[in-house]
């Protein structure tokens, strides 16, 4: 029997366009965008600054959440792709991931609307803090490896395949937690945690995090808890969230851009030494059971608890690697396909050295996959929907 799932804490109605270079070139040079602006991008208040900050990120082929000032200048800006309307937010696409596999979950929304109620698979249920319907999109941009953009002095090439979510949602910004969420988690086996990235205001910070441990207080005690951590739009509430809750967090998971802002330094993934020292330092600064680190070569745990997820890392890594090649829409037999392809020779090698160094250390290599039509977004969505269907009410036990 699956466990019991209630993922939270926020959901989004996701505007994903289909990428094309010719029109962002066309914009970029309309608006007489240069090289030396996007070492430094500013507030994104008009559709110029949205697209330097798209830029900056696609130089270094890096993904990143940015604010925007309004919803209005998101809307008008997809309206000149061809768009996709998705759900979006952590706990959503991995309860989409879990569904695909016939796994079904309860989430925690802070918005609804049509296209929540329309898109939200049938064997998911909900609970939601709002008193009406809003709708916040947003703004998913997904650039291919080798994505080339002209600018008004020249042109930029992304090194990698990756995203840029920038919103204005204030649902998530408030995040109020759901009068029914203690009694839904009070027969839980696994509690999902994410979202307080998008929040801006200290003491409305505080306020939430109490209330969620009100609700998290009915928890079971074996239940296992799972912090995704994100790009906060404060920096500084990174700390805070970890410090309120890291005495209940067995699971703290992150990708790659979020060790190296922990770290404070650009990290070589493909050098054993280099991860196994910033693993270290990231879990000396986050020691919890399970620190997890998923990244596009390997993901690995390290921690006490760390051996006890090797099934579900394997899981999550399949889930994640099979929404790149396909997107949204897979099952099991799509995951047994995915786990038949190779894996990745760097990624291996780490793996096997961090392995090696630390009898608390598991580790999966990547899964190596070539496609025309890469999904960059919801990776570690998927991810974390991965682990998580493999938990079971044995695993689900905190460490003391």
Do not use: K
Not at 17 to 28: K, Q
Not at 130 to 149: E, F, M, N, R, W
């Amino acid at each position: 029997m699956s466990a019991r799932l209630v993922l939270g804490l926020g959901g989004t109605v996701d505007y994903e366009i289909r990428w094309d270079a010719a029109v962002i070139s066309a914009l970029a040079r309309h608006h007489g965008v240069r090289r030396a602006e996007l070492t430094a991008p500013g507030p994104i208040d008009d559709e110029r600054a949205l697209i330097v900050a798209i830029l900056a990120l696609l130089e270094r082929g890096v993904g990143g959440e940015r604010f925007a000032a309004s919803s209005d200048l998101l809307e008008t800006f997809a309206a000149r792709f061809e768009t996709a309307v998705t759900l979006g937010g952590t706990g959503v696409r991995a309860g989409i991931a879990l569904a695909n596999l016939g796994i079904p979950s309860t989430q925690h929304l802070v918005s609804i609307d049509d296209n929540v109620r329309r898109l939200m698979p049938p064997i998911v249920d909900w609970v939601c803090s709002a008193s009406a319907d809003t709708l916040d999109p947003h703004l998913i941009v997904q650039y291919p490896a080798g994505a080339v953009v002209a600018l008004a002095d020249g042109e930029v090439a992304a090194p990698a395949a990756n995203r840029v979510i920038v919103a204005n949602d204030r649902p998530n910004r408030e995040m109020a937690i759901a009068a029914e969420l203690g009694e839904r988690l009070r027969d839980a086996d696994a509690f999902l945690v994410s979202g307080f990235n998008t929040m801006q205001d200290a003491e409305l910070l505080a306020l939430r995090l109490d209330e969620l441990g009100v609700a998290m207080s009915r928890l079971p005690a074996g239940a296992l808890v799972y912090y995704e951590d994100a790009g906060f739009y404060r920096r500084e509430f990174a700390a805070i969230v970890r410090d309120h809750l890291i005495s209940r967090i067995d699971v703290y998971g992150m990708n790659e851009d979020e060790l190296q802002e922990y770290v404070g330094r650009t990290i070589d993934l493909c050098d054993p030494a280099d991860v196994a020292a910033a693993l270290a330092e990231a879990h000396r600064l986050i020691p919890v059971p399970a620190l997890v680190v998923h990244t596009r070569f390997w993901s690995i745990a390290v921690g006490d608890g760390a051996q006890r997820h090797r099934s579900a890392l394997d899981a999550a890594v399949r889930v994640s690697a099979t929404r790149y090649r396909l997107g949204d829409v897979f099952d099991a037999s799509d995951l047994d396909d995915t786990g038949r392809l190779p894996r990745h020779p760097d990624g291996a090698r780490v793996v096997a050295a961090v392995e090696g160094s630390r009898p608390d250390a598991v580790g999966v290599a990547a899964v190596v996959v070539d496609t025309p039509t890469p999904t960059t977004i919801g990776l570690g969505d998927s991810f974390v929907g991965g682990f998580l269907s493999v938990t079971r009410v044995a695993d689900a036990v905190s460490a003391p």
